[in-house]
């Protein structure tokens, strides 16, 4: 069964760092395209950032200049370095990953984690 585990949310200040996590787990050949959403209260879930295999990234203007998307290949790990955090960065980030496993490929959501900005 293939997961994506996410770590890394948490409570923190206007003008603060988190660094979020994702692995991908479970007899995994390897990861294509992977990324993070988020999804604040009332609101639809929206990109924030992807990168490819390759490195090429993706960024929402919203983030754009704050946020860093970056992986390991070798771990099949994304991770999602967030600067000068806005309380409108509040919200539920998902990882998304495009995942190639026993000659099937699927795309895959992880179970969310919270991240909270204080003003």
């Known amino acids: 069964q293939v997961q994506l585990v996410e770590s890394g949310g948490g409570l923190v200040q206007a003008g603060g760092s988190l660094r979020l996590s994702c692995a991908a787990s479970?007899?995994?050949?390897?990861?294509?395209?992977m990324g993070w959403y988020r999804q604040a209260p009332g609101k639809k879930r929206e990109l924030v950032a992807t990168?490819?295999?390759?490195?090429?990234?993706n960024y929402a203007d919203s983030v754009k200049g704050r946020f860093t998307i970056s992986r390991d290949n070798a771990k099949d790990t994304v991770y999602l370095q967030m600067n000068d955090l806005k309380p409108e960065d509040t919200a539920v980030y998902y990882c998304?990953?495009?995942?190639?496993?026993?000659?099937?490929?699927?795309?895959?959501w992880g179970q969310g984690t919270q991240v909270t900005v204080s003003s």
């Open positions: 990168i490819t295999r390759g490195g090429i990234t």
């Open positions: 998304n990953a495009d995942i190639a496993r026993l000659g099937v490929s699927f795309n895959s």
């Open positions: 479970g007899n995994i050949f390897s990861t294509n395209n």
